[in-house]
């Protein structure tokens, strides 16, 4: 069976397993006088039992489908004539795909030498049984388990508190998925990142300010040797996330001001909708908005201006950025001041301040900590945005000050790097992964300062 | 007043003649006690008034919280409102510096006179009004700020003091008055909410005297309030009252004959008997206020 199907029969077994506990239970109850004389409800024994016969199947189930192509590969390999055995793991991993090609069928018999043959079906012989043996096992322990489940039902037996602490390791579990996947992505960042320190010399990677990672793909090629300087990066990244913030800081905190404390509740109910859409739109969208409408805008404006600008410039990527942003500032605004309490609102009005005063000096102080938080947050959205730059900011790394000018952010070259045909241990791919690490550092930073402070500011009011 | 005063309940009033007088069923009382729309027994009316309010109503969108209601506060008396809860005397006070203003819902109708200005006059200054009418809530509610700078918050922004030296001798004074200097004045630099709740009521109470208004409301001023700290808010409406006008809305009966002169009853919105403290508690004139103050409902 495949494991799909075989999931399905287990879930299905756990059924079984759930209604039989719950009968069991339920006629153990019955000569002692009803099931009050259980020492937990009947719908507990038969989760109990549902869950002896689910977990170690599912466990067990999880394990083989996670194993067996491996542990089938070597088989294969090792079962090879001895002429025939791969020296290298690149060697390897060819002879495999040629094999299972052939397993499949996508390559004739005759276009393979012999022995691949035999390997090809002895791999589809070996599938098969794994896939036999897989389900017996599976089923085996799903059914013995969940039997020794339900034989230990006793009206005595806690089944809510045995029930109610699974519950909670399979909570555990979850989040520790997404803590786990987390680290395994950190992880893997930071061995490619140190792979290419090994290339690349760490005080050039930092300090230096020139970024061309045009490296020859061939020994003979000719070609310029790579300059891998990411502080024009940096700086580009900075400039449009500060564009983007000087767009968003003041347009976000206003509205979210004028919502919270001015509008009406009818007003508000329109505007506030209507505000967050502009988080829902793809940033593609986006991008395009701004390659197309307002760059050209901004050049022919400042053209008009007698001032030189690029057709691709820092100003209308990160003023797009900004306007994207725009609902991340204002709703983490608007929410923090509205947990401002009414009560201070009131006394501030009844010693006869008016609105505007007592948004100043009594609301804005007590927010600001909530709103320096939500800003935080903005601004590490901001650094991690990639269609729009991709779009509209352009790729030379220009290290300028200028936002009339193009220049290109971490984000961009990333994706560039990685696109296309590329080589998996030259500098220039590897650089990306050294990018993408000092990003996320720069990020997980930001973000660290944001919910420490948002933190800080919940205690003040609790 | 002498021709309010001679009024007595309408025992036999025709029943359906006013929507209000209708009452629910479930609603507990003797069967013979009808409330007369605006026939308010007891002595509603002073000669010489503070706050001259007739036939004030409030409505928060169709619903009639304040029904007909005539009063006069008279100048430097301490008053109290008292009814069961829902019963509109909240409402009321907050017409008195329009704090119902916020609400959106809420309209004001009558003539409601401050000093023999209109309080809902179209061109009327709020900011001017709220620093005349001074208020102090049910929960203290000091901003999260310095104990300094709490009690200059009312006169800096209208500009009461020009020097730092005047600033800080309208601070102690406040904070005086409020029986708070000793316990504040080695840590007026220290954030406000890291107080007791009797004090910060009291630094409440010292931050609404520091624009010397003329009135201080009171909503259920001691209710978050432990009996020590409520004694010395007592204390202090005691004191206070040579020098302002008080209402103040309670829920304890005690409290209200401890220190108003005059005492209010509400019931269902309506302003049912006003007169003196002692009046009232020892021989109530409107059988809705005996079943009240003896508590038969509430």
Request: aromatic fraction near 8%.
């Amino acid at each position: 069976m495949q494991p799909a199907n075989l999931f399905l029969v287990t879930i299905v077994l756990v059924l079984v397993a759930y209604g039989l506990g719950y009968t069991r239970s339920r006629s153990l109850a019955m000569p002692l006088g009803g099931i009050r004389h259980l020492k937990s409800l009947p719908f507990y024994y038969g989760a109990r039992a549902a869950l002896w016969c689910g977990i170690p199947a599912l466990i067990v189930l999880a394990l083989w489908a996670m194993f067996q192509g491996k542990v089938i590969q070597l088989l294969v390999i090792g079962s090879l004539p001895p002429e025939m055995m791969p020296a290298s793991e690149g060697e390897a991993s060819l002879l495999l795909s040629k094999i299972s090609n052939v397993a499949s069928g996508a390559l004739p018999p005759g276009f393979a030498e012999p022995p691949v043959v035999e390997a090809a079906e002895r791999l589809t012989a070996l599938r098969q049984q794994s896939r036999w043996y897989m389900t017996v096992l599976v089923v085996a322990v799903a059914v013995l388990a969940g039997f020794f489940g339900w034989v230990r039902i006793r009206p005595r037996l806690n089944a809510r508190a045995q029930v109610e602490s699974t519950l909670k390791w399979i909570f555990f579990a979850c989040a520790a998925l997404a803590v786990l996947t987390t680290a395994g992505i950190i992880f893997s960042v930071a061995f490619e990142t140190i792979r290419f320190f090994g290339k690349v010399s760490f005080f050039e990677f930092f300090f230096g300010t020139s970024w061309s990672p045009q490296t020859a793909l061939r020994a003979d090629q000719v070609a310029a040797e790579g300059a891998f300087g990411m502080v024009p990066l940096f700086t580009g990244t900075l400039l449009i996330s500060a564009i983007a913030m000087l767009v968003a800081v003041p347009v976000g905190l206003l509205s979210a001001i004028y919502l919270s404390e001015y509008a009406s509740k009818r007003v508000r109910g329109v505007v506030k909708p209507l505000l967050e859409m502009l988080a829902g739109i793809p940033t593609v969208v986006y991008g395009f908005f701004a390659a197309l409408t307002v760059a050209p805008f901004i050049s022919n404006l400042a053209a008009s201006l007698g001032i030189d600008a690029s057709s691709q410039s820092a100003l209308a990527a990160g003023g797009v950025m900004g306007i994207m942003i725009i609902p991340f500032v204002s709703s983490l605004s608007d929410d923090v001041i509205n947990a401002v309490p009414q009560t201070l609102r009131d006394g501030s009005l009844a010693l006869g301040a008016t609105q505007s005063e007592t948004m100043k000096k009594v609301i804005f102080p007590a927010a600001l900590p909530g709103i320096m938080g939500g800003i935080l947050l903005a601004v590490s959205r901001a650094i991690g945005e990639t269609m729009i730059v991709v779009m509209a900011a352009g790729l030379a790394a220009n290290l300028t000050a200028n936002p009339l000018e193009s220049v290109t952010t971490v984000t961009v070259q990333i994706v560039t790097l990685l696109t296309g045909d590329q080589e998996f241990d030259s500098a220039k791919t590897l650089a990306a992964f050294a990018l993408g690490a000092m990003l996320f550092l720069a990020t997980l930073i930001l973000n660290v300062i944001a919910l420490h402070i948002v933190r800080k500011y919940r205690e003040q009011y609790d | 007043m002498s021709t309010m005063n001679t009024l007595k309940p309408a025992v036999d009033k025709e029943v359906g003649a006013s929507r209000d007088t209708v009452v629910p069923a479930h609603e507990e009382r003797p069967e013979s006690a009808v409330i007369e729309e605006a026939k308010t027994v007891g002595k509603p009316f002073s000669d010489d008034p503070k706050f001259k309010l007739r036939n004030v109503e409030v409505f928060y969108g169709q619903d009639r919280a304040i029904k007909n209601i005539s009063l006069d506060i008279a100048r430097n008396e301490v008053i109290a409102f008292i009814g069961p809860s829902g019963c509109g005397k909240s409402t009321f006070l907050r017409c008195l510096n329009r704090m119902n203003d916020s609400i959106d819902i809420c309209r004001v109708r009558g003539s409601l006179l401050l000093d023999d200005q209109n309080i809902y006059d179209s061109k009327r200054d709020v900011v001017e009004l709220r620093a005349r009418v001074g208020m102090v809530f049910q929960k203290p509610n000091p901003f999260p700020k310095s104990i300094y700078d709490n009690v200059a918050y009312g006169p800096r922004i209208h500009g009461l003091a020009n020097r730092k030296s005047d600033l800080d001798d309208i601070v102690e004074n406040s904070l005086r008055k409020a029986g708070l200097w000793d316990e504040a004045k080695d840590r007026l630099d220290a954030t406000a909410t890291g107080m007791s709740g009797g004090q910060q009521q009291r630094l409440c109470i010292a931050r609404a005297i520091a624009i010397s208004p003329e009135v201080i409301l009171m909503d259920e001023p001691c209710s978050a309030l432990d009996p020590i700290a409520t004694a010395k808010v007592e204390e202090l409406i005691a004191e206070m009252s040579e020098s302002y006008t008080i209402v103040i809305v309670t829920h304890s009966m005690q409290q209200a004959a401890r220190v108003s002169h005059r005492t209010a009853y509400f019931h269902l919105g309506h302003l049912v008997e006003v007169n003196e403290t002692n009046k009232v508690f020892t021989a109530p004139e409107h059988e809705l206020t005996e079943s009240y103050i003896t508590g038969r409902f509430g």
